[in-house]
């Protein structure tokens, strides 16, 4: 049983939004940063952005920022990405993780993260 569990991946035209989800099952990550990343087919798995323990300070690639936003709700023990102004290139799938262990920053390293998700497929069409 995975400790993430991501949703709200899935099909959508050039412009559009989606919504992605992250909830926490069997514990709770209220004290650790979390972290959404992406891994296109044939390329390195990236972080897109990260989002410090109480969700004061956030974090974005380049390549997504000022079109993508994420948050969360320590009280549901959930993380969300809005993605809008979608483009083909943010096609990938993408995780949901947690920081190993507690350092109040933003690490956007993947080396940082020790509890992920199965991730949830995003696919951009033109």
């Known amino acids: 049983q995975e400790q993430l569990v991501e949703s709200g991946g899935g099909l959508v035209q050039a412009g559009g939004s989606l919504r992605l989800s992250c909830a926490a099952s069997?514990?709770?990550?209220?004290?650790?940063?979390m972290g959404w990343f992406r891994q296109a087919s044939g390329k390195e798995r990236e972080c897109v952005a990260a989002i410090t323990w109480r969700g004061a300070n956030t974090k974005y690639a380049d390549s997504v920022k000022g079109r993508f936003t994420i948050s969360r709700d320590n009280a549901k023990n959930t993380v969300t990405l809005q993605m809008n102004s979608l483009k083909p290139e943010d096609t990938a799938v993408y995780y949901c993780?947690?920081?190993?262990?507690?350092?109040?920053?933003?690490?956007?390293?993947?080396?940082?993260?020790?509890?992920w998700g199965q991730g949830t497929q995003v696919t951009v069409s033109s």
């Open positions: 993780a947690a920081e190993a262990q507690f350092s109040g920053g933003l690490p956007i390293d993947i080396r940082y993260y020790g509890y």
């Open positions: 069997g514990r709770t990550f209220s004290l650790y940063a």
